[in-house]
C-alpha cells in the first residue's frame, strides 16, 4: 500500500510538473477551411495573442475539404497532448453530422474549449446585379425558378445551409453552386459568375470594403455593429429566418485536463483584450463571452437545433 502510495504522488508530481510546463513548444491549430476565409481569419486573430500568451508559436494548418469534414477529422485523429486543437465552426460541428456519414462523431471525439467568435450571415449579390434588397432578389428568383445560381463555400457548410433554409422560407427555388471554400465562391461572385452567396462576414468584409461585393441583408435578429446601416432578412420581409454563425476551439477528447482548462483560460483572456476585439469587429466577428462549461452546454444545444433544421429544410449533400 505504501508503494501504490508512493507511485501515486509521483504521478501527481509529474502532472503537476508537465501542467507547469505546458506549452514547451509550438502549437497547432487546425483551421478546416482555406486561407483566406472566415475560419482563417479568426484563427489568426486568436492564435497570434495565443502566441503572445504561451511564449509559443501557434502554427494555423489549413485543410480544406468536404465541407470542412477533413481537417475536423484531422483534429480527432491527431495526438491528444494539448498541442493539437481545431478552430471549428458551426459547419463542422452542427451541421456536418446531419449530411454527412462520418468516422467520427463531433460530440464524442472533440473537447470544446472556447468559444471564440459568433457572426452574422451576409446576403451578397454582384453590385451590377441590380438587386437592391431581398424582396428584389425573391421577386427574381420567382420570376427565374431554377435560373439563379447560389453560391456556398462547400455542400453542408453554414454558408450553403443558411441559402437552403432562406429558400424554403421564402418559398423559391433556385441551383446550389458548392465551391472549395469561400474565397473562390467570393471572387465568381464579384465578377458575375453568380449570383447570390451567403457567407460568413469575417470572409465577406474585405470585399464589402472595396464595393467589390453588395451586402443585402445580415441574418440575426438585430443590425450588425460593423454593418448598421444594413437591414436583418428578418425586417425585409421573412421574419422567421434568424441564423448566427459561431467559431470554437476543441481538441481531441482526451487532451489532458490540465492543458484544456489552460488553454480556455488564455482564449477567455485573450477575447478581452481590445486589440483583439478590434481585429474581430474588422472581421464582422463578435467575441466569444462564456467559460468551457457553457460552450459545452451551447454545441450540445446547436447540434440538436441544426439536425433539425437540416431535416426540415430538405437539404442533401450534393
Known amino acids: ?26 502549437l497547432r491549430m487546425i483551421v478546416p477551411f482555406p ?12 492564435g497570434e495573442k495565443l502566441g503572445e500568451r504561451f511564449g509559443q508559436q501557434v502554427v494555423i494548418d489549413n485543410r480544406a475539404g468536404k465541407g470542412g469534414s477533413v481537417g475536423t477529422e484531422g483534429a480527432v485523429k491527431a495526438t491528444p497532448d494539448g498541442y493539437n486543437m481545431v478552430l471549428a465552426s458551426t459547419s463542422e460541428i452542427a451541421i456536418n453530422p446531419a449530411l454527412y ?15 471564440v467568435a459568433s457572426t452574422a450571415i451576409v446576403v451578397l449579390v454582384a453590385p451590377s446585379s441590380g438587386l437592391e434588397s431581398v424582396k428584389d432578389l425573391v421577386a427574381l428568383a420567382k420570376t427565374k425558378p431554377g435560373g439563379i445560381h447560389v453560391a456556398s463555400a462547400g455542400t453542408g457548410t453554414i454558408t450553403h445551409l443558411s441559402g437552403e ?3 424554403t422560407l ?27 452567396m451567403f457567407s460568413s462576414l469575417p ?22 455593429p460593423a454593418l448598421p446601416d444594413l437591414p436583418t432578412v428578418m425586417e425585409s420581409g421573412l421574419p422567421a429566418y434568424d441564423v448566427e454563425y459561431w467559431y470554437g476551439v476543441f481538441v481531441p477528447v482526451v487532451t489532458p485536463k490540465s492543458s484544456i482548462a489552460r488553454l480556455a483560460n488564455e482564449i477567455e483572456y485573450s477575447l478581452r483584450q481590445k486589440d483583439v476585439i478590434t481585429h474581430l469587429s474588422n472581421q464582422g466577428a463578435l467575441p466569444g463571452k462564456s467559460n468551457q ?24 449533400a450534393d
Open 101 to 115: 456519414k462520418l468516422s467520427y462523431d463531433t460530440l464524442k471525439d472533440l473537447t470544446p474549449v472556447a468559444l
Open 1 to 26: 500500500m505504501k508503494a501504490r502510495a508512493v507511485f501515486a504522488l509521483a504521478l501527481l508530481v509529474s502532472a503537476s510538473a508537465v501542467a507547469q510546463g505546458y506549452p514547451a513548444r509550438p
Open 165 to 167: 433554409l432562406f429558400r
Open 203 to 224: 470572409a465577406a468584409m474585405p470585399l464589402i470594403r472595396t464595393t467589390r461585393l453588395k451586402p443585402i441583408a445580415v441574418s440575426s435578429r438585430n443590425r450588425q
Open 293 to 316: 462549461a457553457q460552450f459545452a452546454q451551447f454545441v450540445h444545444a446547436e447540434h440538436g437545433r441544426w439536425t433539425k433544421l437540416v431535416k426540415s429544410s430538405g437539404a442533401k
Open 170 to 196: 421564402a418559398g423559391v427555388n433556385w441551383k446550389h453552386v458548392p465551391y472549395k471554400g469561400a474565397p473562390l465562391a467570393l471572387t465568381d461572385l464579384a465578377v458575375g459568375r453568380v449570383h447570390v
Open 35 to 46: 486561407a483566406g476565409g472566415g475560419s482563417d481569419a479568426v484563427a489568426r486573430i486568436i
